[in-house]
């Protein structure tokens, strides 16, 4: 079964850097993977995808990369603001059917003001 | 639409007892998920029902973890009797064929003394 890979587990960044989380997925039939954000206390929520015909996405200070030949992708957050402290996971699932969506055990990010 | 409802939110229990949680899915989504999540082991899959069929339990850990879906609006999960090491936020999400974003519900936060 698929197995998905998260690092790091924490990570600190200084207001206005960058940020950058990188996960590793094992079944090659994958083809659709989320990122999901999880505030302190609430529910886990998109924010971003990507499916396998596409190398990279952008959406405003967020993009997610995919690397199909070394399965891994990556998302990068820029000019990085206190509200974007939570923990961030990755998913990977096969999209043709609704196969599991497996998640990645999640990135604490701590942005320091 | 108010989204995926979990109840109850918040339940503490005593070891042997009987716990059941509950979920009503957004309407017209017609495949419902089951996870855990604790610090340990990060967000697990228990099982997931695709139009109102279980589709994989693989992920119930083990005969004590039953889960049901009667019809498209409601399911539960079941664990009797509970343990200590149950203690967890389980959350349920429901989404759509071949959309593949999964929407959240709240969670409920089972202690199990």
């Known amino acids: 079964g698929e197995n998905v890979e998260q690092h790091p587990s924490t990570l600190s960044v200084q207001e206005g850097d960058s940020a950058v989380i990188k996960c590793t997925y094992s079944?090659?039939?994958?083809?659709?993977f989320p990122w999901y954000k999880q505030e302190l206390g609430k529910r886990p929520q998109l924010i971003i995808d990507i499916r396998s015909n596409v190398g990279e996405k952008k959406d405003q200070r967020i993009a997610v990369t995919l690397n199909k030949t070394a399965k891994h992708f990556s998302l990068h957050i820029t000019e990085t603001q206190p509200e974007d402290s939570a923990v961030y996971f990755c998913?990977?699932?096969?999209?043709?059917?609704?196969?599991?969506?497996?998640f990645g055990p999640g990135t604490s990010l701590s942005v320091i003001p | 639409d108010a989204g995926v409802i979990q109840s109850p939110r918040h339940e503490v229990t005593e070891m042997g007892q009987e716990v059941t949680l509950r979920c009503k899915p957004i309407?017209?989504?017609?495949?419902l998920f089951w996870y855990r999540q604790t610090m340990m082991r990060g967000l697990e899959l228990l099982i997931y029902f695709n139009n109102n069929v279980p589709i994989d339990d693989s992920g119930m850990p083990e005969d004590r973890f039953s889960a049901k879906m009667p019809n498209a609006s409601f399911s539960t999960l079941k664990i009797q009797p509970s343990e200590p090491r149950d203690s967890a936020v389980y959350f349920c999400a429901s989404g759509i064929d071949n959309t593949g974003e999964l929407f959240f519900g709240e969670g409920s936060r089972l202690t199990v003394l």
């Open positions: 309407s017209g989504h017609n495949s």
């Open positions: 998913a990977a699932s096969i999209r043709t059917s609704y196969d599991k969506v497996i």
């Open positions: 079944d090659s039939a994958s083809n659709y």
